[in-house]
């Protein structure tokens, strides 16, 4: 990839196009809250699989870095994690330690550790909800790139 920060086999959304970032600029302009993706493992193949539903025209390829979703395509997105949310708030064992979020109007404990399949997807679609909903609200394009 073109890219300084991420080597390997990514699949990233994010708020801001990442081609030319480097580490500094990214930290230093306070733009890592804007960048979500996986690299490797299982929620990188789930991210894969949710992209090749949701949008599965843009997904056909690798190396292609920054390419804009339109407004059609975010709100899609944006349904599809807000539903994936809904049923693993279902199915997740509630923890009684970890760190809190917000997400879909409920306050919950993330445990990465005891529940690290279920919390692990938590956290991947709370990160990517915040940026679609901030893409959204700003009228700004949602970037995807995959490595």
Not at 47 to 70: M, Q, R, T
Not at 108 to 119: A, G, M, S, V, Y
Request: net charge negative; charged share 25%; aromatic share 8%.
């Amino acid at each position: 990839m073109a890219n300084q920060i991420f080597n390997g086999n990514w699949i990233i959304l994010s708020g801001v196009k990442i081609e030319g970032l480097n580490s500094q600029t990214l930290h230093k302009k306070k733009l890592n809250s804007k960048i979500w993706g996986y690299n490797e493992g299982i929620l990188q193949e789930i991210l894969l699989e949710i992209l090749k539903k949701v949008i599965p025209n843009k997904v056909n390829e690798k190396n292609i870095i920054d390419i804009p979703l339109n407004v059609y395509e975010i709100k899609s997105l944006k349904s599809f994690f807000e539903e994936e949310v809904k049923k693993l708030l279902n199915e997740r064992m509630v923890s009684d330690s970890g760190f809190e979020v917000e997400i879909l109007n409920q306050i919950i404990l993330l445990d990465l550790r005891n529940n690290r399949k279920t919390d692990s997807l938590l956290y991947g679609y709370f990160n990517m909800l915040k940026i679609i909903d901030e893409c959204i609200e700003a009228n700004n394009p949602l970037y995807l790139t995959i490595d």
